[in-house]
């Protein structure tokens, strides 16, 4: 596994990354538990697919737009659950999702 990092957020929570050279693979909880799984594309920062736990069925699918920025994130079915928006300077909208 390659290099592990971690962010704490106000109230105390902590997430922890793990990395497979610079491309992101896993996110855990301060316990250790996996949370996340990522499956990289073949460019940098580049997921194209993520699992909720340690399971392979509950599976979001992040879609790019032609710069990259996730703009829709679908489930396993294919249905949209998320749909991100970016102004006109490519500013995230508070409510996006993905990364």
Same mark, same amino acid.
């Given at each position: 596994?390659?290099? *592990?990092?971690?962010?704490?957020?106000? $109230?105390? /929570? %902590? %997430? *922890?990354?793990?990395?497979?050279?610079?491309?992101?693979? @896993?996110?855990?909880? @301060? =316990?250790?538990?996996?949370?996340? *799984?990522? /499956? !990289?594309?073949?460019?940098?920062?580049? %997921?194209?697919?993520?699992?909720?736990?340690? $399971?392979? =069925?509950? +599976? +979001?699918?992040?879609? !790019?737009?032609?710069?990259?920025?996730?703009? &829709?994130? #679908?489930?396993? =079915?294919?249905? &949209?659950? %998320?749909?991100? #928006?970016?102004?006109?300077? @490519?500013? !995230?909208? =508070?409510?996006?999702?993905? *990364?």
């Amino acid at each position: 596994m390659g290099t *592990r990092f971690y962010q704490t957020d106000g $109230g105390g /929570v %902590t %997430t *922890r990354f793990s990395y497979d050279g610079l491309d992101l693979i @896993g996110e855990y909880n @301060g =316990s250790g538990a996996l949370q996340r *799984r990522f /499956v !990289p594309g073949l460019g940098l920062d580049d %997921t194209i697919v993520w699992y909720e736990g340690g $399971g392979a =069925s509950d +599976r +979001r699918w992040l879609l !790019p737009d032609e710069r990259g920025s996730v703009i &829709a994130i #679908t489930n396993a =079915s294919g249905a &949209a659950t %998320t749909i991100n #928006t970016y102004d006109e300077y @490519g500013i !995230p909208g =508070s409510g996006n999702q993905g *990364r």
